[in-house]
């Protein structure tokens, strides 16, 4: 269903990404990992025709269901994101407008995206916060972002990109500035809404943990090239590039519990 082939990416003359590969399948969940500047959200945005930077593809194809992303218009785009293809990002909460409650932005999302009135737009809303285990969607709607925390912050922006049952989910970093057992409820409750929902999922982050517990796949990134890349397994227990085995010694645990 993404499908990227040989995809080169540059800010300037010198590329950020080099020669990217991969295959997602529907309902799949592949990881990248690797270390900072290693171009992981250079990826993630390219795919979201979001480059900033003037960042450009130079070379390659990206593809999902078939079509090539790279040729859509600014109309196309505007119908894809927010409802096919989804995303979510390091601190939701930051990303969101601090001075108006989370209702209101996210009747507003609902409503650029399908014709509904307020009321049932809420309740959609509301309906969807209390799918991410947040107590209460009505109270959380009539808050203002600041006033949650930096988990329910992340919940509300999971809850708002699932919404429109997205056939592709990008987060980039989705947990990473939470606590660790914040980390593992919300990794566990986006791989519910992946079994129910068939979405397919790229993830990036720092935690070769978090990669473990929930991927299929896993792609390893170093200086903007792929340095590994395969099944959870495969990554996990049979990988021979000496860069895998040294993240992988230096995990943590996920929750209090190791996965690898
Ligand atoms: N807007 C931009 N303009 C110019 N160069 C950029 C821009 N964004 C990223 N880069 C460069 O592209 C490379 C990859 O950066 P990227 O942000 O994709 O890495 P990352 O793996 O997401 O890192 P991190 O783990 O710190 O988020 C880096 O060398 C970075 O300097
Ligand atoms: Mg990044």
């Known amino acids: 269903m993404l499908e990227l082939n040989n995809v080169t990416i540059s800010y300037t003359n010198q590329p950020a990404v080099c020669n990217f590969h991969l295959t ?3 309902g799949e969940i592949c990881s990248i990992v690797g270390e900072s500047g290693s171009g992981k959200t250079t990826v993630v945005r390219a795919i979201l025709g979001l480059l900033s930077g003037g960042g450009q593809v130079t070379e390659g194809e990206i593809r999902f269901e078939g079509k090539p992303l790279l040729s859509n218009t600014k109309e196309e ?4 994101r927010g409802t096919d293809i989804s995303m979510i990002f390091q601190d939701s909460g930051a990303m969101t407008n601090q001075t108006r409650t989370i209702g209101k ?3 507003e999302y609902i409503r650029t995206h399908e014709r509904i009135s307020r009321k049932d737009a809420w ?3 509301v309906y ?3 799918r991410m285990c947040l107590p209460n969607g009505d109270n959380i709607m009539k808050s203002y972002p600041f006033q949650l925390s930096g988990g329910m912050r992340q919940r509300v922006g999971i809850a708002m990109s699932m919404t429109f049952r997205p056939k592709l989910l990008l987060a ?3 947990t990473s500035a939470l606590d660790v057992t914040t980390q593992a409820q919300i990794v566990r409750q986006m791989m519910e809404l992946r079994n ?3 979405t397919s999922m790229l993830v990036v982050t720092h935690n070769l943990g978090v990669a473990a517990y929930m991927s299929d796949q896993i792609v390893v990134m170093k200086n903007g090239k792929i340095v590994d890349a395969g099944s959870r397994d495969d990554i996990l227990y049979r990988s021979e590039s000496e860069y895998t085995r040294n993240l992988l010694n230096a995990v943590p ?3 209090g519990v190791r996965y690898v």
């Open 253 to 255: 645990s996920l929750g």
């Open 123 to 125: 309740d959609k809303g």
């Open 196 to 198: 129910e929902y068939k």
């Open 128 to 130: 969807m916060l209390e």
């Open 77 to 80: 785009w505007r119908k894809l």
């Open 105 to 107: 932005q996210f009747v």
């Open 172 to 174: 980039d970093e989705p």
């Open 24 to 26: 997602l399948g529907q």
